[in-house]
Structure formats: C-alpha cells, structure tokens
C-alpha cells in the first residue's frame, strides 16, 4: 500500500512547531526542547500568537503567514478551539503533514464538534493528520524526538506503534531502564486520519525495522484494514500485540457478537488468522520480543526441560501443560546415554534432574545429548545457582553447546544476585534467558503460536472444489425472500439451507397443535423428540445465557403415543405460560438420533460488530454450558485452517478417545466448517446460524437442530476469493480452451512449474535482473495474496499431458492505499507467445482498476524490452523513456479525479 506520504512525519527536512513558549508546562515547549536536545539536523521554526522573537533559541513567529517556509511537517500544541483554523491555513499553504499532540478534540468533549472540524479543515487539501491526543514520534535514526515523553530513546531494530500517550511515555521509561532500543516509537492518539494500518505498512517496508510492537485497545476505523496490514507485515517481520481490555471512554461501550461471551477471544482469533502474536502484559512484550527475534527455526513443538532439581523442573512442567504445551519423550538411546550422567533416583523421564551436585559441564554434556535426540524439538535449561555450579560458569558452557545446535536452546537462571551475569553472558550471546521457570515456558509458547501462526499462514491449501452453484442461486433467493418479510428463517427453511450446502440433517416434521404432534410421531415410528417454536428460540444462540433452560422447550426420549401427547401438552402450557399465542410458532418433530456413541457439537456463524462474520465451533448439547469451549476463526476457510480451529477446541480431545476413525471424522468436520464458511462469502445477508447439538457417530455427522438470523450485508475482515471475475477464454492461434482468473492459494505448484518454465531472458525482463527459484515463502506470497491490496490474474489451462492445470501467464497489479495509481506487472510463458495472453491478461487488468476506481494504471519495463513497449501502445498506454531510472514507464489514466488531492497526488 502507498505510504510515501509517511516520510513527511517521519523524516521531515523541517518542523514548525505551534504554540511552543518558555514555560515549563508548555507543551510546545517541551517538544521543541527534545528536538533540540535530540539533535535534529532539519530546519526547526516556532509559532506562537503572543509574538515572541525565539523560543528557546529556535526563531518564532505569529502565524502560518509569517513563516519564512512552509515546513514539512506542522506539530500542534494550541488550544483544541484553533486546530482547526491552523490546519485549514496549513492546507492553504500546501503543507501536507500536521501532527495534532493537542486533546479535548474527543466527540463527548463540550467542544466535539472540533474532531470533525479538523477533519473537514484537512480534506479539500489533503493534508494529512496524525492525531489528534498523541504523543508524538520519536525517530532516533533519524535524531529526531518529536513529542512530549521525559527521556530520549536510542536506536534498535524495533518500532513501537500504540494507542495510549501516557502507556507509551511509561513504556519509553521502561525500555531505557532494560537499555532496549528503536527504530520508531509513536502513538496515534485518537486516529483522525493516518490510522495504525497506515503505520503498520510503512514500517513493513523500512529495512531498520525487523519487528513491530503494537499497544491498541481497540480497532479504530476499518477492520479489514487493519487485518490486512498485520497479514502482510507479519510475513516478513515479527508482530507482537500488546491489548488492554479496559476503555474508560463511555461511549466506546463493547457490543459482543451473539454467542460470543468476551470481546477477547475476537482480538484472539484475528490477531491468530493475521499471523501475529499476540502477549497480556509488556513484561511478556519484550520477553516475546527477545524470544521471537532470536529463535532458530522451529522443527516442532515438544519441549525439554533440564533442571538441577526438581522444584524448578515442575514449576515449568506444570506450566507448559497448562498452556497445552508438549513434553517430549525420550527414546531409549538418550535414556541410557543420560543415565551414566544423572543420579540413579532419575525415573528416565522429562523433565530431566540433574540433581544439586551437577556441574558445568555435567548441565552442558546433558543439553548436548538432548539436542540429538530426535524427538526433541526444543530444550530448557533451568539453573538455580550453588557452590557446585556458579551460574556464570554453567552460563559459559550452556552457550558453548547452544552455538552449535540447531535446537532452540532457552535458559532460566534463576535468582538475582549472582544470576545476573549469567544473564548478560546469554544476552550477549544472543540465547534466549529468562527469570522465572515461568516465563520462558511463556516464552517457549509464544514461540509455538508463532511457529503455528506462520505455518499456518504459508500453508498450500487444498485443491479448489466449486460445490453445487444452483444450490448456492437458491440459497441466495430463499434469503432475499426471507429478508423481505422477517430477520429470521424459519425452522423449516433453516434446514433446507443446510441442504442446499449439502449438510445432512434428519427428517423433520412440523405441527401446529398437539394432533398433529401426535400424527407426525405415529408415521415416523420409534422414538421421537419434540420442540416448541416461539418468538426467542427461532434465533441463534438464543439459549446462550441461560443453557439450563433449553429443557423448557424441548421433550426428548417419547416412545409410545400416550408419552408424545403427554409431554407434548406439558410443553404447550409452559410455552403458553411464557408467550402470547402469536408468539408460538407450533411443534418440530424427530426422530431420536442420540445413539451410535454420538458426540454432540456445537457449530455456527456469527457477526461481530467491528471484525464482521465469524465460524464458531465447540463442544454441544442441550444440557452443557456451550459457552466454556468456543473456538473462533475468521473466514474464508480452507482445509488447514478449519483442522486448525477442531484441533483448539476441548471436543477435539473427546472426539480422539472415542472416534473409531478419526482422521476420518476430523475431514468431515472440517469440510461441514468449510461449507459455512462458503455460506458466509455466499450469502452476505446471513447474520448468525448455529448447529446445536450437531452429532458425530460411525454414520458420519448430522444436523440435529438449527436456527438461522438475517441482518444488512456485512463486509468479511478478510477479502474471499473473488469468484465473479472467473471467465471461459480461447486461445487465439491454437484455439485451446483455458480459464482467466484470480490467482488463488492451491495454484502454488502450478506457479512453481510456470517459473520454472521460464526462460532466462523472460525471468530477466520480469524482475529486472536474474534470480532463482523462489522459495515456498515467496510462492505463498504470491500466490495467497490479499485481494484488497493486489490482484493477480492467471489464465490456467488443462495439461495437454497428464492430469491437473498449468499456468500458461500471469499478471499483477498492486493498488496505494488511496486508490490513487495501480502498479502492474505481467509475464507470460516462453512457449504461449503469439497466443494472444499479453492482451487478455493486460485488458482484464485494465476493466478490473477501472471498475474499482483506481485513477491510473502504471508500469515499467527496460528499454530493451520491446514487445511489452509495443503491447503497452496497442492498449492505449502512454509510453515515455525515463532518464533518471533507465526505464521505460507506461501509463493509463483509467478515471478522472473528482478530488483536489487525487489531483495533486497524480502530478506528485
């Protein structure tokens, strides 16, 4: 995304600073204080109405008009009632960066008007603002500190982006105390305009940032934004999330997605999807930080753990199982390799005692021994300090071995007095070291999620399978006509949607009175359960809160007539005794399917009122707390993110005890997940469904009960395939039929086979210089791409030799942030040429931007190549040499600009 704008505020080559004065509560003051001190090398001025000739020694002047230049960059400290008026003469001016560090500008403020004020102030000129209610930057790289905080920070390879002013002052002083550095350091304040995902993508692309720290609240503004800067930044650089659940502001109340119970497991589950870790407290921030950032690759996730005692060794024991972390077990060669080393009370198993005699090299030979063993993946090493073994000796010979392992190696030394230098010996050796069993057992997790994450994230999904389209057509028309007359559907046509998705449910019956009840059970034979219907539980989740009472609506176990009729009347007066009887929607009738060994489950969607639809999955039933295991994921999902999402949840481990085919079960429950998560990308009205219970047994998976919600259209947090823009294509001079598309995740392989089809000279032209083979990282990047950023369309044909596709050419196009310019870049198969692909590809490209807005499609190519000159002109682009840059750029203005700023961004 474009963040070229970004450098005025973070690399300005000059500041004006307003309502900067001498006085020691000057606000102004002090930023222009810490600029001076920080040694800022730009041209610094000062503002100030009272008509000062300096401020601390820094030129000063009445107003915008008196500048001697117009500064890159305008930080504002005036009273909240002036902002505005400030940055509408700076827009006048043309300068086109404005950091607000002024509040009260807050919507429940007695001056709440002034927020939007500033905003209207900025957008005729395109001014951007950061703020209002921030700290400001600090950039030491660049010697600048911009902002209020009470000590200067210095330079590292880590930026901190937060959301709180105050927490991030507090933060600067706790990093300088642990002598942590940055790279950047800024709050937002209350996000007017430069929001976090404008921030996250710019340090995304910065090579002195390897990590990014973030401190947030709350998502302000799009959430699909933001997502998509996390996912996107989170493939090349670590990202930590530091949320805080307390908002003291009032009207910034939380509205839970229905049958969600804490706001939490969202951010949990979004943070997860986007590839970030997310940590509870800023002690676990920068233990993660050091952990993450100095982690060898990960081979798997089963821990070792070495201790020179045992206390120690079940403090971390016991904390890794509870964070459903894995032990590993030793094989028989390390048993008895450790065993001549340990004392004969060892019961060969992990953790490892070492017992309180163990020396240096003792606690090194163990940890060289371990990191052989195949079945450990990480090891732990705890030491409390003694006689035997000083913590710094022990500390040298554990980082002899550390070195030389490709194991990940953490250390615990625990203790203060003398585990200090033990300490410093590992930081300086780059181990990983900790104070507490605790913590790095924490600290071995985060690495695990992370690990989790990343996978998960660069995972080749499975091959594409497009179910039933007529279905889905009239799945798409029972819901428009539903939503015509009710925000509901009715049982009946719940389970007809299941249907149409090809979810199998029972045979169902419905009455509207007792007789029928009684008809519908004699026809079905067998035992049967009855339901009333009523005005509350045609609505998902309804029973949510009150699971107890699910039984006042619901007759199970009926096997003779005379137990229909009874138990049927009993529920017709306990409904009647709670609603009116237009509330009372009649009686569902089935047949009991309880036994096979069922296990019941708890599925469904959701929409969260800031991340938007969401797949629920957990256990279920009519008489458990449903709530105690939800498992969240973001859609759409494939294969591997739905087995991600059964694997989190506490049915997973039932389901393994007693399934009599597990990978079996597992499949179907994951393509039931996916199948809901094709209803939510198909069906934008549907508002929330849940499956309750939904039973597993050797027949396979059913749908007992469901109920269905319609709302408005949502808008996923994360862009689905882009399905619509599928089109049946002939090739032009050997007639072959193929597909134009988007690209998708499962063409991986395909992809791998076009590049390296590739000639040379054509791999030369494309990137502008040789390369080799991409790695699976790079392939999943350009092939799991996120559609709101880029698009990549292929035109994909069957082999004409053996089974599968082949991706014959390829074109991209990336679009900034605004939708201002697109940048594309296309190649096509050496053996394809004269197949009319070029045009195809490029003229798809071309009603694609221009559909969505985009004002001008731009490219480059060398001077040499002169096919895609010659292709570039045939398409109506204007092509001209650039000098500076030795290319040949080629542009097409695809919308005129309807904005003064688009104006100026297309001349800049």
């Not at 390897?210 to 090349?236: C, K, T, W």
């Not at 943070?271 to 930080?289: K, M």
């Not at 077990?329 to 009370?345: G, H, M, Q, S, Y």
């Not at 569902?588 to 797949?615: A, E, H, Y």
Request: proline share 5%.
């Amino acid at each position: 995304m474009s963040t070229k704008y970004l450098k005025r505020f973070f690399k300005p080559k000059s500041i004006a600073v307003f309502c900067a004065s001498e006085r020691e509560d000057s606000m102004g003051g002090i930023v222009l204080r810490n600029l001076l001190e920080s040694g800022y090398a730009g041209k610094l001025m000062a503002v100030n109405s009272q008509g000062m000739d300096e401020v601390e020694g820094v030129a000063c002047v009445r107003s915008v008009g008196e500048l001697p230049e117009m500064p890159d960059l305008a930080i504002i400290c005036s009273p909240p009632e002036s902002v505005a008026g400030i940055i509408r003469k700076l827009g006048a001016n043309m300068v086109k960066a404005a950091m607000i560090l002024t509040g009260g500008l807050s919507p429940d403020s007695r001056t709440g008007s002034l927020r939007e004020a500033v905003k209207e102030a900025a957008r005729p000129y395109g001014i951007r603002i950061l703020g209002p209610e921030c700290m400001g930057l600090l950039v030491p790289g660049s010697k600048m500190n911009a902002s209020y905080s009470h000590v200067n920070i210095s330079k590292g390879k880590v930026a901190y982006v937060g959301q709180s002013g105050l927490l991030g002052t507090a933060m600067i002083d706790w990093a300088s105390g642990q002598e942590i550095g940055f790279s950047h350091f800024l709050t937002l304040g209350d996000g007017v305009d430069v929001d976090l995902p404008a921030i996250i993508d710019y340090l995304a692309t910065d090579p002195g940032t390897h990590a990014i720290l973030l401190q947030m609240d709350r998502v302000i503004g799009s959430a699909r934004n933001f997502v998509s800067a996390i996912r996107s930044a989170s493939r090349n650089k670590l990202v930590l999330v530091l949320k805080s659940n307390i908002i003291s502001d009032d009207r910034l109340s939380v509205e839970l997605a229905p049958g969600v119970s804490d706001e939490d497991q969202v951010y949990d589950a979004a943070l997860r999807r986007a590839g970030a870790v997310r940590v509870e407290t800023s002690d676990q921030l920068f233990n993660a930080l050091e952990t993450l950032s100095r982690m060898k690759p990960m081979r798997g996730e089963r821990l070792a753990i070495v201790c020179n005692g045992m206390g120690p060794n079940a403090l971390a024991h016991d904390r890794l199982l509870r964070k459903q972390g894995k032990v590993s077990d030793l094989t028989d060669p390390t048993r008895e390799a450790l065993a001549p080393l340990l004392p004969k009370t060892w019961n060969g198993r992990n953790p490892v005692d070492l017992g309180v005699e163990a020396t240096p090299e003792r606690f090194a030979e163990v940890i060289r021994l371990l990191s052989k063993d195949p079945n450990v993946d990480a090891i732990l090493s705890i030491h409390a300090p003694t006689r035997m073994a000083a913590s710094v000796d022990t500390a040298d010979e554990v980082i002899k071995v550390a070195r030389k392992t490709p194991r990940n190696v953490l250390t615990c030394w625990m203790g203060r007095f003398s585990a200090i230098e033990a300490r410093n010996h590992c930081n300086s050796a780059g181990i990983p070291t900790f104070m507490t069993p605790e913590e790095s057992v924490d600290a071995f997790m985060q690495m695990v999620e992370y690990h989790r994450n990343q996978a998960a994230m660069r995972q080749t999904p499975a091959p594409f399978h497009l179910h039933n389209l007529p279905n889905r057509k009239r799945a798409r028309q029972m819901l428009q006509d539903a939503r015509a007359e009710r925000d509901y559907l009715l049982h009946s046509e719940a389970c007809d949607l299941l249907d149409l998705y090809e979810i199998p449910t029972p045979n169902t019956g419905y009455a509207d009175d007792i007789n029928g009840v009684v008809d519908l059970a004699r026809r079905m034979g067998g035992s049967v359960a009855v339901k009333a219907l009523h005005k509350d539980n045609v609505y998902p989740f309804c029973y949510d809160s009150t699971s107890h009472q699910r039984w006042r609506d619901l007759a199970l176990d009926l096997f003779s007539i005379n137990e229909v009729r009874h138990a049927t009347t009993k529920l017709g007066y306990r409904i009647g005794e709670r609603y009116q009887p237009d509330e009372c929607f009649g009686f569902v009738v089935q047949q009991m399917k309880r036994g096979f060994q069922s296990m019941q489950m708890n599925v469904g969607i959701t929409r969260d009122p800031v991340f938007g639809p969401l797949i629920l999955f957990g256990v279920g039933g009519y008489t458990i707390d449903v709530l105690a295991d939800r498992n969240i994921m973001l859609p759409p999902l494939n294969f591997a993110l739905a087995r991600q999402l059964v694997k989190r949840s506490r049915i997973y481990n039932i389901i393994a005890e007693n399934s009599y085919q597990l990978e079996r079960d597992i499949d179907h429950i994951c393509e039931l997940l996916i199948r809901l998560s094709e209803m939510v990308v198909d069906l934008p009205e549907l508002k929330c469904l849940e499956i309750n219970p939904l039973l597993l047994n050797k027949r396979g998976l059913l749908a007992v009960d469901c109920a269905v919600s319609l709302a408005e259209d949502a808008r996923l947090s994360i862009s689905p395939y882009p399905e619509y823009l599928t089109e049946q294509v002939v090739l032009k001079r050997s007639g072959r039929q193929a597909v134009l598309r988007a690209i998708r995740g499962e063409d991986e392989p395909a992809h791998l086979e076009f590049f390296n089809s590739l000639s040379p000279e054509s791999i030369r032209l494309r990137y502008f210089y040789s390369r080799g083979v991409p790695t699976h990282a790079e392939l999943a990047n350009w092939t799991q791409i996120d559609y709101d950023r880029e698009m990549a369309f292929i035109v994909s044909a069957p082999k004409l030799s053996g089974a599968g596709f082949e991706t014959l050419g390829v074109v991209r196009a990336v679009t900034d942030a605004d939708n201002v310019r697109s940048e594309f870049s296309i190649v096509v198969r050496d053996d394809m040429q004269g197949e009319g692909l070029g045009v195809m590809l490029m003229q798809k490209t071309i009603d694609y931007c221009r559909a969505r807005g985009t004002l001008q499609l731009d490219g480059s190519t060398m001077p040499t190549n002169k096919g895609m000159q010659g292709l570039a002109r045939k398409l109506g682009f204007k092509v001209s040499y650039n000098m500076e840059e030795d290319v040949v750029d080629m542009k097409m203005k695809l919308n005129e600009p309807t904005e003064d700023w688009q104006i100026y961004r297309l001349q800049h």
